[in-house]
């Protein structure tokens, strides 16, 4: 009897040992192949997320650059009539694009041509962040940082181009905001 026991008990515990090293194998290869699967399904949702962006934005980098080059706004800041013409592109193009929360041009002269606000005597649209933003880099597009719009409370994002003259001098920034809520809308419509 004795020697049964010393032949099951060592036979029990490599038999144990078996059975745990197996299902040690199993368990390592299912979380390897699960975790190779996540890894897939992250990088293809990234891939997604990265390219609504990239097209949501496109347009809008677009927009600024036209109208950042366009003697119309170059010009609103000194010309009643370019002013005139400016703002009707304004509103036409922000009627015409619900992504646009509000489009509008600052000057060096703290001038602003927006559609429906009527700057307060004493704002300075050359101390705010997206005209900064745009006389950083002038030649360049930027897409500024979140910001939360004074009277809605809404957060939003400036895309927008300094404005330069035949002589080569920054005059005024052009800026294009967009809804952060409206581009979330849009990214769960995906």
Not at 16 to 40: E, H, P, R, V
Not at 72 to 90: N, Q, V
Not at 129 to 136: A, Q, S
Request: with cysteine.
């Amino acid at each position: 009897m004795k020697t049964n026991y010393k032949i099951i008990l060592p036979l029990s515990f490599i038999s144990i040992l078996l059975i745990i090293g197996i299902g040690l194998f199993f368990s390592i290869n299912y979380y390897n192949i699960n975790l190779n699967k996540t890894q897939d399904y992250i990088k293809s949702e990234n891939s997604v997320v990265s390219t609504f962006i990239d097209d949501y934005f496109k347009e809008l980098i677009h927009f600024a650059e036209t109208f950042g080059n366009d003697k119309i706004f170059i010009d609103a800041e000194f010309s009643k009539e370019s002013e005139k013409k400016a703002l009707e592109i304004l509103k036409n193009y922000q009627s015409s694009n619900k992504n646009i929360a509000y489009i509008y041009a600052g000057y060096k002269s703290k001038k602003m041509v927006i559609n429906d606000w009527i700057a307060p005597d004493d704002y300075d649209p050359t101390i705010r962040p997206w005209y900064k933003e745009g006389v950083k880099e002038p030649k360049k597009v930027y897409i500024g940082t979140p910001y939360r719009d004074i009277t809605t409370n809404e957060w939003l994002v400036s895309t927008g181009k300094a404005l330069i003259n035949d002589n080569n001098e920054i005059v005024g920034v052009l800026s294009i905001d967009c809804s952060i809520n409206q581009f979330n809308k849009q990214k769960y419509q995906l």
